[in-house]
């Protein structure tokens, strides 16, 4: 049984950043794709960032140019930097492999911008 558990999240103001992390209760991260998602409230769970077991990355447009996923296999961690954060940004934000595992998904972190 693998457990995804994603923390960082907090209150934030609109501009700011902040770091998410996600750890496995074991080894996967180097033989699978990653990725993060987020659920914004009454909308449906969606990915914004992906990394690949040969560290390539590919973005949402919406978080383009302000996100970056990176990972540690070493730490079982995979991270999101996220900068420059806007008002929609707020959701709860998980990771799971893509295509996603019902099986791994964790609990999530919430991130919520406002003034």
């Known amino acids: 049984q693998v457990r995804l558990v994603a923390s960082g999240g907090g209150l934030v103001q609109p501009g700011g950043s902040l770091r998410l992390s996600c750890a496995a209760s074991?080894?996967?991260?180097?033989?699978?794709?990653m990725a993060w998602y987020r659920q914004a409230p009454g909308k449906q769970r969606e990915w914004v960032a992906i990394?690949?077991?040969?560290?390539?990355?590919s973005y949402a447009d919406s978080v383009k140019g302000r996100f970056t996923i990176s990972r540690d296999n070493a730490k079982n961690t995979v991270y999101l930097q996220m900068n420059d954060l806007k008002y929609e940004d707020t959701a709860v934000y998980y990771c799971n492999t893509l295509p996603a595992r019902s099986d791994y998904w964790g609990g999530g972190t919430q991130v919520t911008v406002s003034s």
């Open positions: 074991r080894s996967i991260f180097s033989i699978n794709t």
């Open positions: 990394i690949t077991s040969d560290d390539s990355t």
